[in-house]
Structure formats: structure tokens, C-alpha cells
């Protein structure tokens, strides 16, 4: 498939373990922040969002947790899958921009 | 689900042509944004769009153009193709005002220039 990004840091993680994925943000402004994978040969596709006045969010299988103190924001995958290898990206967002991280290569090892 | 589509995979195109991609949503989302990806750089945005006919410059306008005539459907231009403008282009699109909810993506056009 198709590279979506070179020298991206790398993960490998056996299935069935959980994963977690680091991301520094830059804007203590920033007051939204979005979790994206992106499979190859696809675009990114939305996994989980949340807002500044929290600090932990659940979804299925993920849990985002925002450290606004540091400006750490981390998303854990539960039971990592085959399904999950993939390109994910960190988001930051204030009124009127949104940044991206370059992103973390998770590879997953059957 | 919000459907993104674009309506090219691949594209092949020489240098100095005119090159127009297409992006069409059907979730009636007010936003619609263009986006290049490339290796070691990222995402970064050429141009955005709030409303039907209206645009506003990105981070890396330079180059490129944009057209909304319908809400569902936001055109990026290229006037004079160049090398350096070999990339993929990702377009998405969002439902509320400026950056309170998740961009939507397409599948990207990965486009050459030659």
C-alpha cells in the first residue's frame, strides 16, 4: 500500500495488548483536540474527539486522555487488533486553526 | 455516515497544465477544506471554505486556486501544474462553524506532476 508518511515514529505492538500513542500539542489556546487514523491508501478517518474542560473520553476500545498542564494528549487502544495498524494523527484546534501532528505509525504484530 | 468523495484516485498530469480536482460531500456540511499531504511535512492546508462562494487562503496558497458554486461541492485548481506540486490532495469537510467538530476526509487524489 501506499506510504502516508516517512521516518513517522513507530510503534509495534502484539496483538491483543493495548497501545498507547503519544502527542505534545503547542497551543495553550488550543480547546478541541480530534484523534484521526489513516489506513493506507486512505484518508484520515475521525476516532475520537474531546474538549478542554475535560481530561479523559471513552469511545470503543479508545480512551483519549488531555493533560492541559503539560499539553499532552495520549490515545490507548484497548486489545490492539490486525485492524489497527495504521498512521494516527493528533489534532489541536482553537477558534481559528487547526494543527496537525506528523503523526505515529502503529504496526501491529499478529 | 458523511461521504467525502473525490472524484479522482490518480491523476497524471505535465507541467503547465491545468488541473482541476473535485470534492463533493453530502452531508449539507457548511465547510469544505483542501489539504495537501506530504512525506515529512504533514498536512497542511491550501484553502478552506465557509459558504457557497466563499474561500479564504490556507497555510500554502500559492499556486492553487478554489471554486464553491454549490454548498456540497468545492473544486481546487491548479493553474499551471508544476512539479513541486506533486502530492496527495485530501479534501474534507465539517458541519460547524470554524474548528469545533471533526474534519470529514475523502480518500485523497494522489496527483503527479511530470
Known amino acids: 500500500g501506499e506510504s502516508v508518511g516517512l521516518h513517522l515514529p513507530t510503534l509495534s505492538v502484539q496483538e491483543g495488548d493495548n497501545s498507547i500513542i503519544n502527542c505534545a500539542y503547542s497551543n495553550s489556546a488550543s480547546d478541541y483536540f480530534i484523534w484521526y487514523k489513516q489506513e493506507s491508501g486512505k484518508g484520515p478517518q475521525f476516532i475520537i474527539d474531546i474538549r478542554s474542560n475535560m481530561d479523559k473520553r471513552q469511545g470503543q476500545r479508545v480512551t483519549v486522555l488531555l493533560n492541559k498542564t503539560v499539553k499532552h494528549l495520549s490515545l490507548q487502544i484497548a486489545a490492539t487488533q490486525p485492524g489497527d495498524s495504521a498512521v494516527y494523527f493528533c489534532?489541536?484546534?482553537?477558534?481559528?486553526?487547526?494543527?496537525f501532528g506528523p503523526g505515529t505509525s502503529l504496526s501491529v504484530i499478529p | 455516515d458523511v461521504k467525502v468523495t473525490q472524484s479522482s484516485r490518480y491523476l497524471v498530469k505535465r507541467t503547465g497544465e491545468k488541473v482541476f480536482l473535485e470534492c463533493v460531500q453530502d452531508m449539507d456540511h457548511e465547510n469544505m477544506f483542501w489539504y495537501r499531504q506530504d512525506p515529512g511535512l504533514g498536512l497542511r492546508l491550501i484553502y478552506f471554505?465557509?459558504?457557497?462562494?466563499?474561500?479564504e487562503k490556507g497555510d500554502i496558497p500559492e499556486g492553487y486556486s478554489v471554486s464553491r458554486e454549490k454548498k456540497e461541492r468545492f473544486s481546487l485548481i491548479l493553474e499551471s501544474a508544476s512539479t513541486n506540486q506533486t502530492s496527495m490532495y485530501l479534501c474534507?469537510?465539517?458541519?460547524?462553524?470554524?474548528?469545533?467538530?471533526?474534519?470529514?476526509f475523502g480518500n485523497g487524489t494522489r496527483l503527479t506532476v511530470t
Open positions: 474534507a469537510s465539517s458541519f460547524n462553524s470554524r474548528y469545533n467538530s471533526p474534519l470529514h
Open positions: 471554505s465557509y459558504d457557497v462562494k466563499m474561500k
Open positions: 489534532a489541536e484546534t482553537s477558534y481559528d486553526k487547526v494543527i
